[in-house]
């Protein structure tokens, strides 16, 4: 790494009179979901002054879903390229060869710090303690079943968060912001709010619940308004947290040396009032992928600035890098560009480029004035920004370049391999190794507790021949210690399972009875996708010997005396004598 970067000590001494950073991303908020976008439902002061006091990008696009998005802000480069290729169940991993931004910035001295959804891999070297970021506060998933008093982690140490949990994401920002006021941060607050479930506290709800919503989206009088409302509420919310990181930065006297950026994640994920535009979260059409962008930095990026060139969430490494003056040597080719000059009023000209999205192998393409969908029709954006008007036999020179680079984007950054990685175990520096349910396997009879891997527990272990597995490889020859966290009522307590790799093993009792409630008293809306969630207790099985080498790891029942063995939510290996 250090040759790849400038060296971290020559880079301390001139930081001082670098910018600090603050990146805020939050989660499903589509670009209809701010006040100052036009949309008299809801209302966002904090947002909106953000924007006024700094720069708009009219036309932000990033890509449909989450884990895509954030590894294009981490590595300005397009998502597959990194080995990202999904939301879940490992496809969400950013490959460990890839850069950074927060490697960059701590290479150049800033203090680092991640608070809430990581969503790019939870073992390491997938971890974020292991991308660049020193601090790391909040959860490593996609989905997260529990907003209040939240079950979440802290460089590698699970801990209980307190209240609601933008609300504590936000709590641990502002601290970090204060505990290095007096050196350059970069501080990526990445919310997990408005994506469902539906959890909003009781202030922000009664805003919202009986309200009427006067701007429909596309479905009119169908459209699922208890849904719309809590969505709303959640923005409301995020709204006043992202004004208390404004009112610290002030508190602190930083704000005039911050640089302060705010986007989303993808579309919205209902079908609300969303400025007209077609398609919501998973769509490559515009509304799936066009979201705000405010960026503030006072004194060099004039207010009221408005870019209007199209630019997107990869760009942001190579522009907050040549704000800040920090020096950035990919070892990769970008695919963002630095569009600072289209921020600072310095551009004279901008060169056309064209910005992909893609999802589940749907790919369409952008131009400053055109947009491709994945069936090959096209649009004029600027005409016809709800994309009502297929003018491919119009502009058929056009619709064939664009067809043409689509065709070469497809052949140059996707592949059709299947993703084949393991889940790696055991490095000294990060001895606990997580194997969620999201991760494994399930044979037999055992199911998932809700369609959501991210989400969700497995339940209906019922028989001997059912067992648990995860494909890992093993990086360090050792003992390690296994824990289950699990549910069991008394009924059915004292099952005896047996945990083993390549002929090593070790066996437990589950011991004593653990049945608690289901927390189904949080959400405004029944939820769908994502299970229920309870408190899941550890159960220490005993110590593995593990020896370095790929293979399956299996949990299976030796004896089931009730109806069932356990419900399962995660198995942790942690690495207590190496070799």
């Not at 790019?120 to 020193?134: C, L, T, V």
């Not at 490593?140 to 949990?165: A, C, K, M, Q």
């Not at 309200?211 to 959640?234: C, H, S, Y």
Request: aromatic share 10%; charged share 25%; net charge neutral.
């Amino acid at each position: 790494m250090c040759a790849v970067f400038v060296g971290a000590s020559a880079a301390f001494a001139a930081a001082s009179a670098r910018p600090n950073v603050v990146v805020i991303v939050s989660d499903d908020q589509g670009w209809g979901d701010v006040s100052y976008n036009g949309n008299t439902n809801l209302h966002t002061p904090n947002l909106d002054s953000l924007a006024r006091q700094g720069a708009v990008f009219d036309r932000f696009l990033v890509s449909p879903v989450c884990s895509p998005t954030r590894a294009e802000l981490l590595t300005g480069r397009y998502h597959p390229r990194g080995g990202v290729r999904g939301v879940s169940t490992g496809k969400e991993r950013l490959d460990p060869d890839e850069r950074t931004i927060a490697e960059a910035f701590r290479a150049a001295g800033y203090r680092t710090g991640l608070f809430g959804k990581w969503h790019n891999g939870s073992q390491w070297p997938y971890h974020p303690n292991a991308r660049g970021f020193e601090e790391f506060y909040g959860f490593t998933s996609g989905h997260w079943g529990e907003y209040f008093d939240p079950p979440l982690e802290h460089n590698g140490r699970f801990v209980r968060g307190r209240g609601y949990i933008a609300d504590d994401l936000t709590d641990h920002a502002l601290g970090f912001m204060e505990a290095n006021r007096a050196r350059p941060f970069f501080c990526y607050l990445a919310f997990n709010t408005p994506h469902s479930p539906f959890c909003v506290p009781d202030d922000f709800w009664n805003r919202f619940k009986d309200k009427p919503i006067t701007q429909l989206g596309p479905d009119g009088d169908r459209e699922n308004l208890p849904v719309t409302r809590a969505a709303l509420a959640m923005c409301e919310n995020l709204d006043w947290n992202v004004g208390r990181i404004l009112r610290r930065l002030e508190a602190l006297g930083l704000a005039d040396n911050t640089i302060v950026v705010f986007f989303s994640d993808n579309g919205p994920a209902s079908r609300r009032w969303n400025g007209g535009m077609k398609g919501i979260k998973g769509s490559v059409d515009e509304g799936g992928v066009r979201v705000p962008c405010f960026i503030r930095w006072p004194g060099r990026v004039k207010p009221g600035t408005l870019v209007r060139e199209i630019a997107g969430a990869m760009d942001l490494l190579p522009t907050l890098t040549a704000l800040a003056g920090v020096r950035f040597h990919p070892p990769k080719p970008l695919d963002g560009v630095d569009v600072s000059p289209l921020l600072l009023g310095t551009a004279h000209s901008w060169p056309e480029r064209l910005l992909f999205a893609h999802h589940l192998g749907h790919v369409s393409a952008r131009s400053p004035r055109y947009r491709l969908d994945e069936r090959g029709a096209l649009f004029d954006m600027i005409a016809d920004p709800g994309q009502t008007r297929d003018i491919a036999a119009e502009k058929p020179d056009v619709a064939r370049q664009l067809a043409r680079a689509v065709a070469q984007w497809r052949a140059e950054v996707l592949t059709e391999a299947p993703d084949e990685r393991p889940f790696p175990v055991g490095f000294a520096e990060f001895p606990m190794t997580p194997l969620p349910a999201r991760d494994a396997v399930p044979r037999g009879n055992i199911q998932r507790s809700a369609p959501a891997p991210n989400c969700s527990w497995f339940k209906n272990w019922t028989s001997t021949n059912d067992a648990i597995t995860w494909d890992v490889e093993v990086h360090t020859n050792g003992d390690y210690e296994a824990t289950v966290f699990y549910t069991c009522p008394e009924a059915d307590a004292g099952s005896t399972v047996e945990l083993s790799f390549k002929g090593s093993r070790v066996t437990g009792r589950v011991w004593p009875a653990w049945d608690p409630p289901l927390k189904t008293n949080e959400d405004r809306v029944p939820r769908r996708a994502e299970s229920y969630m309870k408190e899941f207790r550890p159960l220490q099985l005993g110590r593995l010997r593990l020896e370095k080498g790929r293979g399956e790891l299996r949990l299976r029942a030796l004896s089931v005396p009730g109806r069932q063995v356990m419900d399962f939510r995660m198995l942790t290996l942690t690495l207590v004598k190496p070799d």
